[in-house]
Structures are given as structure tokens and as C-alpha cells.
């Protein structure tokens, strides 16, 4: 395949860093490796626009999405379409439905160009919908439905769907979105790998050598269902005083989840350690003896790959993605969504015995190299434009 001109657009982007945010860097370093060109159009707070900016990078000036204060709503972002034409871009791909995806679907149909759109977030799901959704049931009701109908709408005018699992896909189909494939968000195994030293941040954290630390890392929303968590590792504090919970990263739910750690009486011996620089990420993960996602709403959970990656086994809940992500008795272990006595369960098993997961761990993460993806990658950019009869 020759070289290629490709446009990203989404709604989140640096200095955010979710899961979203690590697959589109994680996939323009490896395309651009390739000699390849990616720009990205995305949405960023005015404050942003100048250290963000680049030749490759166009930033759209929006307004605070207040339910979500770490993300912001572009305000006509539509000129981008005339930018295209400019930069002759080859190949559009929407990281988003929403303002930035609609603005590369105009201009996708304005011009002509191939569009694939990625899935990347469960908006219909139900944490998403009780927390950033109308109050009222029967407006919550009606935005949900008529959200579900844009989305069929958005994805059926794009040539290609891709879904980061299988699960996600079966969704997607459910729903009658058609032409879907699966291409799973990437890590950096350079970076993510089992060579990397943990001692260095239990220091920080003031870790203890016997102690064994459970991690979450990730946004601190009520999707997220942190309270499962807490409520396990009470549980898990009170059969052993060698229990040290970190909840790592920031988000609209923090405050509420610092304020649950006290009144459950374990704030003791858990840590939030606010936002973490993406340089500390690795050892993070390597720092953890389990990480552990209670989370409902995940299309794929990149945070687990990343942990199983430094070689962390990963404990979460049985459900969507996440069901998927984790092979039970191998790289980690699964509980019901919201039991959180099984949860402490699951935890306490993986501790006894981590090393009886770390090797598959290893085996799991490998699979989601941003090699790999790429390589998949871009196979469904080939397969669109052959479709277009452009190459």
C-alpha cells in the first residue's frame, strides 16, 4: 500500500488521557513509523489550542461539558471539511459520533472522501445514562432512544465500523449497524512491558516491602462503579492489615468516592493519588500486585491490557468487554458485576498466587501491540478504499 494521508477526528484529547486518548497516539506513532501521515482535528479548551497545536494536530475551540468536566464540546468545528481538501487526505477516520464525528462525516460526504468511524464508548449504557443523562425518566428515556437512533444513523453512513471486541461488535449488529470489524485499541509494549520496575513508585506511595497493593487506574466517574471496589476492600483490610488500595487518576466522581474510603473506615490504607503523568503510567502498573475494574461499560478496557502488559494479573467484573478481556484462571480472575464479596474473593485468590497469572498476562498484552493493530488497521483502510476504487 502506497503512503497515506489519514484524518482522525474526536472529542477527547491530550491532556486528557483515557483510553481513547492512548489508542489514537498509540495508532498515529505506529501509521506515521510506517511513513504514513496522520492528522488529527479534535476539540480542546482555548487554553489548550496553543501547546497542543501542530502541522498535524487542528484544534476546534469548544465549551465545558459540564456533567464531564475533563471534556469539552467543539463549536463548529465544520471548516475542518475545506482542511481535507487541502491536506489531501485519503482517508477520514471518526474516533466519535458526536460534534467531531459529525463534522468528519460532513466532510467525508461533502468531498467524497472514505469515512471509518470507531466505537470507543458505551453512551446507552446505563451508569452513562444515570449520571450524564436528563434527571427525569421519561426525558432520560427519550434521549436515549432518539441518541441510539443518531448512532445507527452515524455508523450506517460510514464504509467500515470497527468495535474493539467481539463483544462490542455483537452489540453494534444488535443494533442493526452494519459492516463491522473488529480492531482492538493498542498499547506500546516498548513502554508497557514486564521489564518494568515498580519499586521505584511503591516508594513514592510509601508502599511497605510485605504490602500488597491492589490498583485501579483510570477516570473517576460513577460509570466506573468504584464503590464495588471500596466496599471489596474493606473486606479484604479487615482479614489482613498488609491490604494497601490506590486509586489512581481523577475524575467528576473523586470527591465522592474519597468521601465513601472514609466513612467505610479504610481510608487509612487506601491512597488517591490524583492525576498520573503518563511518563509514571508503566510504573504504576508495575507497582500493583492486581489491578482491579468494576467497571460496567467497557467496549474493551484498555487499562487492563496495560497492566497485563508489566505483567499484573487484572481482576473485574464479568460483563461486556471486560468478560472478554479476562480469561479466568489464566490472566486474571472475574466476578458479578457489583458483588463485591466475590470481588474481595477474586482479589484475595489472585494475591495467593500471582505468579500462577503472570505469564499469560505477558501472552494476552502481546496481542494488543500497536504493531498488530496497525497491521489490522490497515487492512480495513484497504479494504475501504479498494471498495471506493481508489486503490
Do not use: W
Not at 101 to 120: C, D, I, N, T
Not at 229 to 245: E, V
Not at 294 to 308: D, K, N, R, W
Request: aromatic share 10%.
Amino acid at each position: 500500500m502506497e503512503h497515506l494521508n489519514i484524518a482522525f477526528y474526536t472529542d477527547s484529547y491530550l491532556p486528557a488521557m483515557d483510553g481513547v486518548v492512548t489508542s489514537i497516539l498509540n495508532s498515529k506513532a505506529e501509521l506515521e513509523r510506517r511513513g504514513h501521515n496522520v492528522y488529527i482535528f479534535a476539540s480542546s479548551y482555548p487554553r489548550n489550542i496553543k501547546k497542543y497545536s501542530s502541522k498535524k494536530v487542528f484544534l476546534y475551540p469548544g465549551r465545558e461539558f459540564k456533567p464531564y468536566p475533563q471534556y469539552n464540546v467543539a463549536l463548529f468545528p465544520y471548516n475542518s471539511a475545506f482542511k481535507l481538501n487541502e491536506l489531501g487526505i485519503d482517508i477520514v477516520h471518526a474516533h466519535t459520533p458526536m460534534v467531531m464525528g459529525f463534522s468528519a462525516l460532513v466532510g467525508a460526504k461533502l468531498f467524497g472522501y472514505p469515512l471509518v468511524s470507531s466505537f470507543h464508548t458505551m453512551v446507552t449504557n446505563k451508569p452513562i445514562m444515570d449520571a450524564y443523562y436528563p434527571r427525569n425518566r421519561h426525558l432520560k428515556k427519550l434521549a436515549a432512544t432518539y441518541l441510539m437512533r443518531y448512532l445507527k444513523f452515524f455508523y450506517n453512513s460510514s464504509d467500515s465500523v470497527i468495535a474493539p471486541t467481539r463483544t462490542t461488535a455483537s452489540m453494534l449488529g444488535r443494533h442493526g449497524i452494519r459492516n463491522v470489524n473488529v480492531v482492538p485499541n493498542s498499547i506500546d509494549t516498548k513502554i508497557m512491558n514486564p521489564g518494568v520496575d515498580g519499586d521505584r513508585i511503591r516508594e513514592k506511595l510509601g508502599i511497605k516491602g510485605r504490602e500488597k497493593v491492589v490498583l485501579y487506574l483510570g477516570r473517576l466517574s460513577k460509570e466506573k462503579r468504584l464503590e464495588t471496589l471500596l466496599y471489596a476492600a474493606r473486606i479484604l483490610m479487615k482479614r489482613s492489615g498488609n491490604i494497601r488500595l490506590v486509586i489512581a487518576g481523577t475524575g467528576p466522581y473523586e470527591r465522592h468516592y474519597m468521601d465513601l474510603a472514609k466513612r467505610l473506615g479504610i481510608m487509612g490504607n487506601t491512597l488517591f493519588t490524583g492525576f498520573v503523568d503518563k511518563r509514571q503510567l508503566a510504573g504504576m502498573y508495575a507497582a500493583a500486585d492486581v489491578f482491579c475494574l468494576p467497571s460496567t461499560f467497557e467496549t474493551q478496557g484498555i487499562v487492563l491490557i496495560e497492566a497485563m502488559a508489566v505483567g499484573t494479573p487484572v481482576v473485574g467484573a464479568n460483563y461486556l468487554a471486560t468478560k472478554e478481556m479476562i480469561k479466568a484462571g489464566e490472566n486474571g480472575e472475574k466476578f458479578r458485576p457489583g458483588d463485591y464479596t466475590e470481588c474481595a474473593r477474586k482479589i484475595e485468590k489472585v494475591l495467593n498466587n500471582t505468579e500462577r497469572y503472570k505469564h499469560s498476562a505477558i501472552k494476552t498484552a502481546e496481542e494488543f501491540s500497536k504493531e498488530k493493530v496497525a497491521e489490522r488497521l490497515l487492512e480495513i483502510y484497504n479494504l475501504v478504499l479498494s471498495k471506493k476504487g481508489i486503490y
